[in-house]
């Protein structure tokens, strides 16, 4: 499974931006798509997740009112809409598949994806 994750870039604190991975068709109607992002000395963190099985989404805390995921109307893209950035979202951004049954407990979590493209980096800063 390739995926392929695109998007990142520099926007001033406050900003939008919209990250967009690629995935090969048929994956949204049976696994979890989740991003993720690394900053720079820290652990991965997972951001926010879309169920295979049925679409539910799935957020951080930290993302929360601020993210949104949803799939693309071609069935083999997955966005993640990004408002009101701070300094802290700064990261490199992945996304990822799940192939296995989660539960709601497991969709940020990244020991459960299995398949990761390369990632995109977002960088706010004024």
């Known amino acids: 499974v390739q995926l392929q994750a695109s998007g990142g870039g520099l926007v001033q604190p406050g900003g939008s931006l919209t990250l967009s991975c690629a995935v090969p068709?048929?994956?949204?109607?049976?696994?979890?798509v989740g991003w993720f992002r690394q900053a720079p000395g820290k652990e991965r963190e997972g951001v926010s997740s879309i169920s295979g099985t049925d679409s539910s989404s799935y957020y951080s805390d930290s993302v929360k009112g601020r993210f949104t995921a949803s799939r693309g109307n071609d069935k083999h893209t997955v966005h993640l809409q990004m408002s009101g950035l701070k300094p802290e979202d700064t990261a490199v951004y992945y996304c990822a598949v799940g192939v296995r049954p989660l539960y709601s407990s497991d969709y940020l979590r990244d020991s459960d994806y299995d398949y990761w493209g390369q990632g995109t980096l977002v960088t706010v800063s004024s």
């Open positions: 068709e048929l994956i949204l109607d049976h696994y979890a």
